[in-house]
């Protein structure tokens, strides 16, 4: 009788642990799910206007001829003058190409940050600027001081492609850029983890998700050249 009574009590625990254990389970799982649809949610409207953007400059840079206006439109060619002992100062400088580019943006209005510079000593300096914006060329006549540069702005539609591919934007924007895609990133596993908390719709969404990972290797492997 002792015996019988001992057995019951030890089950009653076995089944109080297993339910306890349940409960614990349940509520991790329901909390973890909530959390999910928190961070999925607030994510993604913080980076909706991203996604909107990166998406719709990426079907421009894929379709450029969709728009006439695309084409980079290039002011004509400007004048003026420099000061011969001033370039004779800035000649006098260890990296004289660096230097003539910061002496030309301080006096002239153009576009884009310093790319490349071909310097002849007494006599002439070549000096490229690219920005997304625009790009601007210099010639400097180390001679006599006159100068000879084109500014060439980009329109609208360059200027997405040129902040979508990072071009010469800057560091700023190329932060903006790895920022962004760690972000879709985070999105895209929260949702993708979602799937796991909906049991009645988690075959379907397994079978969709291998379809479309068995459709992208398709596209790479017969029609990607």
């Known amino acids: 009788m002792t015996t019988s009574r ?3 009590l030890v089950q009653e625990k076995i089944v109080g642990a297993k339910g306890s254990g349940n409960r614990h389970s349940r509520k991790l799982k329901s909390k973890t799910q ?3 649809r928190m961070l999925h949610a607030y994510l993604s409207a913080f980076a909706f206007l991203i996604l909107m ?3 719709a400059s990426g ?3 894929n379709h450029p001829e969709w728009f006439a206006e695309g084409v980079i439109s290039e002011d004509q060619a400007r004048e003026a003058n ?3 002992e ?3 100062d800035v000649a006098s400088i260890n990296d004289e190409g660096v230097a ?3 002496f030309a943006q301080e006096r002239l209005p153009l576009l884009g940050d310093f790319h490349s510079a071909e310097v002849f000593p007494e006599e002439e300096a070549f000096l490229k600027f690219s920005g997304s914006k625009g790009n ?3 010639v400097i006549d180390l001679v006599n001081g006159e100068v000879e540069y084109e500014v060439t702005k980009a329109s609208l539609v360059e200027i997405m492609h040129n902040l979508h591919r990072g071009k010469d934007s800057g560091a700023v924007w190329s932060r903006v850029i790895d920022v962004s895609a760690i972000l879709i990133l985070v999105i895209s596993l929260f949702g993708f983890s979602l799937m796991f908390f909906i049991k009645f719709r988690l075959a379907k969404s397994m079978v969709i998700f291998g379809t479309s990972v068995v459709f992208f290797a398709i596209i790479y492997a017969f029609f990607v050249t």
């Open 136 to 138: 601007s060329n210099v």
């Open 100 to 102: 003539f580019a910061k």
């Open 82 to 84: 420099f000061s011969i």
């Open 59 to 61: 079907l421009l840079l």
């Open 53 to 55: 953007f990166f998406a």
């Open 86 to 88: 001033a370039l004779s």
């Open 34 to 36: 909530k959390y999910c």
């Open 6 to 8: 001992t057995e019951m």
